[in-house]
C-alpha cells in the first residue's frame, strides 16, 4: 500500500472529524459567537475556550447592579458551567492566551499550555484606558472592567470615607452611583463640559448633572486631574489642574476602553485602532477571526452589544457557511444606546451634532424631567436625545435606519409614536410595538429583535419568564419588559399566562418580590426602592408609596424613618374624617378599662372644642366627634396632658383589645381576661400593620368579648388559653381559626407577638388577616410558627425589636407637635410591659 492509498483511505475518517476552534476570550462576544456557530451546525467545530477570568461568561453590562447592590454573581452568569459541558465546550478558565504561532496554528496559554486550532477566534474585548498621570499605581486606583474591580470597589466602600470616580461616562457614573448606595461619599471628575456627551446632548447633559447632584454626588465638569495623590502608600485624594483637591479613599479610573489588540499584533496580524476585519469577520490570517470591541470595520470601532451581536451572526454564517438570517456580512451598524444610568432613562441614536443643514424638534417637561429632542434632515431623522422619557426610542431607531420620510407625521413626532399615528394608537398601548419591524431591536443588553421575540412566543413562551428563558428579552436590565409584554399580548391574546399581580401600575413586580428585594438589596428609602426596581412613575401613586412606606419601616425598624407624607391623611392627623367636613378622635383605653381622669379629659375635651357628640364604640372606647381640623393638635395635647395616647383607630395598626370582666367580677369568669387583654394591649400598641388588626379576650368559652372574629382572639378556659386567628366582623364576617392552646398567659402572649410578626412580616399592604390566611392557608401559619421549636421565640423577639421603636416614637407624640419632653411623659404614663421592653 503506497502513501497515496494510506492518504486516500484516511480521508473520509477525516471529513467526519470536527475541525478545532478555538477561543481567545469568554466574554460576551467569544461566547455569543460559539452560541451563534451552535445554533447553525453544532456538530461542526470542537470548541476549547480561553478566558483570562477564573470563571464563566457572565454579563458585563449588568456589572454595575452588582456594585449597586441590586444583583448577585450568579444572577448576572449568561452561560453556565453546565451550558459549557452540554454543548461540548472546553473552557479554560483563569489562564490567559499569551501568545498566537500563526506558523503552527497553536496559542499558547500563561501556564505554557499549547492548544492547536484549525479556525482562532479572536474576542480580546477592550482594556481600560489608564490616564498617565502621577500615582495612577498607587494601591486604591481601580478600573471598572470585571467583577475583580467590582470587588474591589466593595471592599473599599465597607470601609467607607470618600470616593473619586474619574469620568463621567456611563461606567463611571454607574460606579458613582453603586459606591453612593454602598454609603461613600462620591465625587466624578469629568474633563468635558458636558456628562455622557458621546451619547447625550449639552441640555440633556445638563438634566442628568442636576438629577445627580440632588441624589448627593458631587459632580465637576471641565475638570482635569493633574495628580492622583498619596497618603500612607495607599491613595489619598486627587489634585485637579487648577488646584483644587479632593480626598479619596478609592479612585475609580472610567476614562475610556482601547481594543485589546497587543496578541494579535504580536501574532503578526494587521491592526490600526483595532484588529482589522472584514466583513466576515476575517483578520489578515484566513484561518483568524476577531469579534467584539477589539475589531475594526470599515474604519469603526464599537463598544456597544447590538453591533456585537451583528458581528458574531455574519461570522457564524461564514464559519458554517450558513445565513439564518439571510445576510451578506456585516454591512456596520447603525447604534443607538438606551441606557438607565443610575436609574434615570436615557436614549440617544445617529447624529445629534445636527450641524447647518440639520433642524432640531425639541420638548422640555421640566415638571417630569422629560427632555427630547429630533434631528432631522430633508424629513428624515438622522439623531434623536430622549432624557427621562425613552418608551419611544425604538421607534425613533426603527424610523433612522429605515430613513423614513416623516412628513406626513412631523407635528406630533415629538410627542411619540402613539400621538404622531392618531387615536387608534392612542387606544390601543400595544398599537405602537405592532408597528415595529421584525428587525426592530427590543431587548438591548441581548441583542434580540422583534421577530425573535415573537418566534419564541410561537414556540410556546406564553408568559414574560418563559420568554427571558428562551431567547433572553428582558432578561438583564428589564427596561424592555414593557416591550416584551405587549408582544406577548399581540401574538397570544387572552392565551398569555399571566404572572403574578404587580403592586399597582407603577411597577411590574408583586407584593411578595418588593418584600423579597427590599431585604436581599438592603434598600432603604422610598427613591432608592423605587429607582432599584425601576419604577415606571418619578414618585409612586396612592397605592405603592403607603404600602413601600409600611414595607421599609417593617424591614428596617429602627433604621428607617417613617414618611408622613406617604401616609393617609387620618393617619397624618391622627383622626377620622366625617362626611361633614370634621373629624373624631378615639384615645386609648388600655384593654377597655378608664379611670375619673380620663373620664375628666374627655369631658374636658367635648367642652372644650364643643364636640356635639361622644359615642362608645364597638371596641368598648369612647369616641369624639366633630372636632375642627384646625383643634386637632391642641386636642391631642390635652388628651396627652391627662395620659391618654392615640387609639389608632385611623391607621393600619393595633384598633383595640376588647376585654370581658373575666374572672376578676364574672362568676362565669376563668381567667383574669380583662388583665391579660391590658398586657396585650400595652405590648402590641403603636405597632404598624399590613392594615388595622384587632384582639379581644373572653375569659370564658361564653366568649362576650367576641374572640372569634378577631385577628387574633384568645377565648379563656379552666385548663389555660385557646388561640383563634384571623376572624373578620366587618362586611365580609369570617369566624376565626383555631391555631393553637396554651397553658399559661406568657404562652399567650408570646404566641401573639409571634403571630402578629408573621403577618407583618408575610402579608400584602392592605390584607387583613381573613384574606392572608385564606390566601396562604392556615397550614402555611401553623408550619411557619410550629415546625421549627424555636420559631415562636424567634418571630416573638422580632416583633418585640420591633415594639421599641414603634413605641419610642408613638403617633401620639406626633400628634401633639411636641417632640421633646412628651416621650418622657409617656413613658411614665404609658411603659410597655418589662418583659416586652
Not at 688 to 710: D, L, Y
Request: with cysteine.
Amino acid at each position: 500500500m503506497n502513501a497515496q492509498t494510506s492518504f486516500d483511505k484516511a480521508q473520509p475518517l477525516r471529513e467526519r472529524l470536527p475541525e478545532k476552534l478555538v477561543v481567545i476570550g469568554n466574554g460576551m462576544a467569544g461566547c455569543r459567537a460559539v452560541e451563534e456557530i451552535l445554533a447553525r451546525d453544532p456538530g461542526r467545530f470542537a470548541v476549547t475556550i480561553f478566558g483570562a477570568e477564573p470563571r464563566v461568561n457572565y454579563n458585563r453590562i449588568m456589572l454595575s447592579p452588582v456594585l449597586a447592590g441590586e444583583k448577585t454573581f450568579d444572577e448576572i452568569v449568561i452561560n453556565t458551567a453546565e451550558w459549557y459541558a452540554e454543548n461540548g465546550v472546553e473552557l479554560i478558565a483563569g489562564d490567559p492566551v499569551d501568545h498566537i504561532d500563526r506558523e503552527r496554528k497553536t496559542v499558547v496559554s500563561r501556564s505554557g499550555r499549547v492548544e492547536p486550532y484549525d479556525r482562532l477566534l479572536i474576542a480580546t474585548g477592550s482594556d481600560p484606558f489608564i490616564i498617565p498621570v502621577p500615582g495612577r499605581d498607587l494601591p486604591g486606583v481601580v478600573t471598572f472592567r470585571d467583577l475583580d474591580d467590582v470587588d474591589k470597589m466593595l471592599a473599599a466602600a465597607e470601609q467607607g470615607g470618600d470616593a473619586v470616580v474619574i469620568g463621567g461616562g456611563l461606567l463611571g457614573l454607574e460606579a458613582a452611583h453603586g459606591l453612593s448606595l454602598r454609603g461613600m461619599k462620591v465625587t466624578v471628575i469629568h474633563l468635558m463640559p458636558t456628562l455622557m456627551e458621546r451619547q447625550l446632548d449639552e441640555a440633556a447633559g445638563w438634566l442628568l448633572k442636576q438629577e445627580l447632584e440632588r441624589r448627593g454626588q458631587t459632580i465637576l465638569t471641565g475638570a482635569d486631574t493633574a495628580e492622583i495623590v498619596a497618603k500612607d502608600g495607599h491613595v489619598g485624594g486627587v489634585r485637579l489642574k487648577d488646584g483644587r483637591q479632593i480626598p479619596a479613599d478609592i479612585v475609580v479610573m472610567a476614562v475610556g476602553i482601547r481594543p485589546a489588540t497587543m496578541l494579535a499584533k504580536t501574532g503578526g496580524i494587521e491592526c490600526e485602532r483595532g484588529i482589522l476585519v472584514d466583513d466576515h469577520m476575517v483578520t489578515s490570517d484566513p484561518d483568524v477571526l476577531a469579534v467584539g470591541e477589539c475589531v475594526q470595520h470599515r474604519g469603526q470601532c464599537y463598544g456597544l452589544v447590538a453591533p456585537l451581536w451583528e458581528m458574531c451572526r455574519a461570522l457564524a454564517d461564514h464559519l458554517t457557511e450558513q445565513k439564518l438570517d439571510g445576510s451578506g456580512g456585516y454591512q456596520g451598524s447603525v447604534t443607538a444606546t438606551k441606557l438607565k444610568v443610575s436609574g434615570i432613562d436615557v436614549f440617544s441614536a445617529g447624529d445629534f451634532s445636527g450641524g447647518d443643514d440639520g433642524e432640531d424638534i425639541v420638548m422640555r417637561d421640566a415638571a417630569r424631567g422629560v427632555y427630547k429632542r429630533l434631528v432631522l434632515r430633508n424629513n428624515r431623522i438622522i439623531g434623536a436625545v430622549l432624557y427621562g422619557d425613552t418608551a419611544d426610542g425604538n421607534w425613533y431607531f426603527d424610523l433612522l435606519k429605515k430613513e423614513e420620510d416623516v412628513s406626513d407625521i412631523r407635528e406630533g413626532l415629538i410627542f411619540g409614536q402613539a400621538f404622531a399615528l392618531g387615536a387608534g394608537a392612542l387606544a390601543d398601548p400595544n398599537a405602537a410595538v405592532a408597528a415595529l419591524s421584525d428587525d426592530a431591536e427590543i431587548c438591548g443588553c441581548n441583542g434580540v429583535t422583534k421577530g425573535k421575540v415573537v418566534q419564541c412566543i410561537l414556540g410556546g413562551a406564553a408568559s414574560l419568564d418563559a420568554v427571558r428563558s428562551g431567547c433572553k428579552a428582558s432578561a438583564s436590565c428589564g427596561s424592555c419588559t414593557g416591550l416584551v409584554e405587549s408582544l406577548l399580548a399581540l401574538t397570544l391574546g387572552d392565551e398569555v399566562q399571566a404572572g403574578a399581580k404587580t403592586m399597582c401600575k407603577c411597577t411590574s413586580f408583586g407584593h411578595d418580590d418588593v418584600r423579597r428585594l427590599i431585604l436581599e438589596k438592603e434598600l432603604r428609602a422610598i427613591p432608592q426602592v423605587m429607582q432599584e426596581l425601576h419604577w415606571t412613575t418619578p414618585d409612586g401613586c396612592a397605592s405603592c408609596r403607603p404600602a413601600l412606606n409600611y414595607y421599609l419601616l417593617c424591614a428596617w425598624p429602627g433604621e428607617y424613618e417613617d414618611d408622613q407624607k406617604s401616609r393617609f391623611v387620618n393617619e397624618r392627623l391622627h383622626a377620622n374624617i366625617q362626611k361633614d367636613g370634621t373629624y373624631s378622635v378615639v384615645p386609648r383605653m388600655w384593654g377597655g378599662l378608664t379611670n375619673p381622669r380620663e373620664l375628666r379629659a374627655i369631658a374636658d375635651v367635648v367642652e372644650k372644642y364643643d364636640a356635639p357628640m361622644v359615642k362608645v364604640t364597638g371596641g368598648q372606647r369612647l369616641d369624639i366627634f366633630g372636632i375642627r381640623k384646625e383643634d386637632l393638635p391642641a386636642v391631642w395635647a390635652d388628651l396627652n396632658a391627662a395620659g391618654m395616647v392615640s387609639g389608632h383607630a385611623y391607621g393600619k395598626s393595633l384598633r383595640t383589645v376588647k376585654t370581658c370582666v373575666g374572672s376578676e367580677w364574672c362568676r362565669f369568669g376563668t381567667q383574669d381576661s380583662t388583665g391579660l387583654g391590658v398586657t396585650i394591649e400595652r405590648m402590641t400598641w403603636g405597632s404598624w400593620m399590613p392594615h388595622k388588626f384587632k384582639i379581644a379576650v373572653s375569659g370564658c368559652p361564653r366568649n362576650c368579648a367576641e374572640a372569634t372574629i378577631k385577628d387574633f382572639g384568645i377565648v379563656c378556659v379552666d385548663s389555660g388559653y385557646e388561640l383563634h386567628v384571623g376572624g373578620n366582623g366587618g362586611i365580609k364576617v369570617r369566624a376565626t381559626d383555631f391555631l393553637c392552646k396554651v397553658a399559661t398567659e406568657e404562652e399567650a402572649l408570646e404566641h401573639c407577638a409571634a403571630f402578629i410578626q408573621l403577618y407583618r412580616e408575610q402579608a400584602h399592604y392592605l390584607e387583613r388577616t381573613a384574606p392572608w390566611i385564606e390566601r396562604v392557608g392556615l397550614d402555611h401559619v401553623k408550619r411557619a410558627m410550629f415546625d421549627d421549636p424555636e420559631a415562636v421565640k424567634r418571630l416573638a423577639a422580632r416583633f418585640r425589636y420591633s415594639q421599641t421603636f414603634m413605641q419610642d416614637d408613638p403617633w401620639a407624640k406626633r400628634a401633639a407637635g411636641d417632640r421633646s419632653d412628651l416621650h418622657s411623659h409617656l413613658a411614665t404614663v404609658v411603659p410597655a410591659p418589662t418583659e416586652y421592653a
